[in-house]
T-cell receptor
Framework: QKEVEQNSGPLSVPEGAIASLNCTYS??????FFWYRQYSGKSPELIMS????GDKEDGRFTAQLNKASQYVSLLIRDSQPSDSATYLC?????????????FGKGTLLTVNP | GAVVSQHPSRVICKSGTSVKIECRSL??????MFWYRQFPKQSLMLMAT?????????EQGVEKDKFLINHASLTLSTLTVTSAHPEDSSFYIC????????????FGPGTRLTVL
């Protein structure tokens, strides 16, 4: 069974700090990786996607992928209270249904003013 | 990013009635859409894959006769919760992958169903 595991959290950081969110996956053939943010009572919104080993930066967000270790992470620099949400790691598995994603259970992040 | 809409955003109904939820991709065509359910403080649970022009594919444990899915066109999928009961009360979210090199999946805003 293809699995995606996230650090359980909840994670609490002070405003201005770096928040680090981690995710591991079991399907070694996975090629596409996504981070979604979900505010309470809302649907997930895409934050970052990453497909190649290394780092990908977008504003205050940096996604890191290491396929050899089957590990993907999301760093949030200069964390703001508005970043407080649940962050979902999603992996598009190899083979199987088109586009189907496997989601982790999410990590709840709280940024304290 | 791409836009996916859902209607209605919120519905309250009596036990035993059927409820239809629409999911539309507004600026791209989607041959595949996904339907998820999320209970409070729990993770997303994939219910089924909606396929344009063919039958939906249901995840294990999801009753296909209870959750009817119709992918009527390349921009519209509907989920009908038949004979709804209080235990069906949940947050129902659809998503659609935007065709292209990244196949990024975008979510609709969700429909909160409350069955009395």
């Amino acid at each position: 069974q293809k699995e995606v595991e996230q650090n359980s959290g909840p994670l609490s950081v002070p405003e201005g700090a770096i928040a680090s969110l981690n995710c591991t996956y079991s399907d070694r053939g996975s090629q596409s990786f996504f981070w979604y943010r979900q505010y309470s009572g809302k649907s997930p919104e895409l934050i970052m996607s990453i497909y190649s080993n290394g780092d990908k930066e977008d504003g205050r967000f940096t996604a890191q992928l290491n396929k050899a270790s089957q590990y993907v992470s999301l760093l949030i620099r200069d964390s703001q209270p508005s970043d407080s949400a649940t962050y979902l790691c999603a992996v598009r598995n190899s083979g199987g249904s088109n586009y189907k994603l496997t989601f982790g259970k999410g990590t709840l992040l709280t940024v304290n003013p | 990013g791409a836009v996916v809409s859902q209607h209605p955003s919120r519905v309250i109904c009596k036990s035993g009635t059927s409820v239809k939820i629409e999911c539309r991709s507004l600026d791209f065509q989607a041959t595949t859409m996904f339907w998820y359910r999320q209970f409070p403080k729990q993770s997303l649970m994939l219910m089924a894959t909606s396929n344009e022009g063919s039958k939906a594919t249901y995840e294990q444990g999801v009753e296909k006769d209870k959750f009817l899915i119709n992918h009527a066109s390349l921009t519209l999928s509907t989920l009908t919760v038949t004979s709804a009961h209080p235990e069906d009360s949940s947050f129902y979210i659809c998503s659609a992958p935007q065709p292209g090199p990244t196949d990024t999946q975008y979510f609709g805003p969700g429909t909160r169903l409350t069955v009395l």
